[in-house]
């Protein structure tokens, strides 16, 4: 079975493409989803989590805190780094659990904007990234996220790898810039894919 890695900056449209794969009949693990899952609900990871940051990590009803731990580590980067290395490990055995349980596919696909950060690019057979320009991107994620400034949403952009060095350490590119068809893109890598398995 081949581990496809796909990933991309904030409002390139990861999402989308991956709906596509879905269709196709491709697993898809969303890493984003999966770690808020796994850190409501892996007891060592919570324990870890509330020795690193306190018993507000986590409310009186035992969710995660999320509001808390954002204001704790995003401004920080010595704790961001602290929160990601507790959180990443445990996503690591999450994905490899899951992916026994879809053993039957000829290929999955595992979703992550921090696939490179993260080094979860490591359990990857190919990375695929979603691209496109900065000015639709910025529209994008206002039309999404009506609560973020544009400065905000500039600023998140700027704390995670460049377009250019995730182009650069992948080995497919989809452009989702709205001028080329991301169809006949996703359709061209599956038959890839499935021809390599």
């Not at 359990?123 to 496109?132: G, K, L, P, R």
């Not at 061209?188 to 021809?195: G, S, V, Y």
């Given at each position: 079975?081949?581990?496809i890695g796909i990933t991309g900056g904030m409002g390139v449209g990861k999402t989308i493409v991956c709906r596509m794969?879905?269709?196709?009949?491709?697993?898809v693990y969303d890493a984003d989803t999966r770690a808020k899952w796994v850190m409501n609900n892996d007891a060592a990871l919570k324990q870890e989590l509330t020795n690193a940051f306190g018993i507000e990590a986590y409310t009186q009803a035992g969710e995660l805190n999320r509001a808390y731990l954002s204001k704790t580590a995003f401004n920080d980067p010595q704790k961001?780094?602290?929160?990601n290395s507790l959180v990443h490990p445990h996503v690591g055995n999450d994905f490899t659990k899951w992916v026994?349980?879809?053993?039957?596919?000829?290929y999955v696909l595992k979703e992550a904007a921090l696939m490179f950060e993260s080094e979860s690019w490591r359990?990857?057979?190919?990375?695929?990234?979603?691209?496109?320009p900065m000015d639709v991107r910025i529209k994008r994620i206002l039309q999404?996220?009506?609560?973020?400034?544009?400065?905000?949403?500039?600023?998140?952009?700027?704390k995670q790898l460049s377009e250019e060095e995730k182009i650069a350490r992948a080995q497919h590119i989809i452009y989702n810039d709205d001028?080329?068809?991301?169809i006949p893109q996703v359709l061209?890598?599956?038959?890839?894919?499935?021809?390599?398995v």
């Open positions: 079975m081949l581990k794969f879905a269709i196709l009949g491709t697993p961001l780094a602290l929160l026994e349980a879809n053993q039957s596919a000829p359990q990857m057979d190919e990375i695929i990234v979603v691209t496109a999404r996220d009506p609560h973020r400034t544009q400065t905000e949403i500039e600023i998140i952009i700027s001028q080329q068809l991301l061209k890598l599956h038959e890839q894919f499935l021809a390599k």
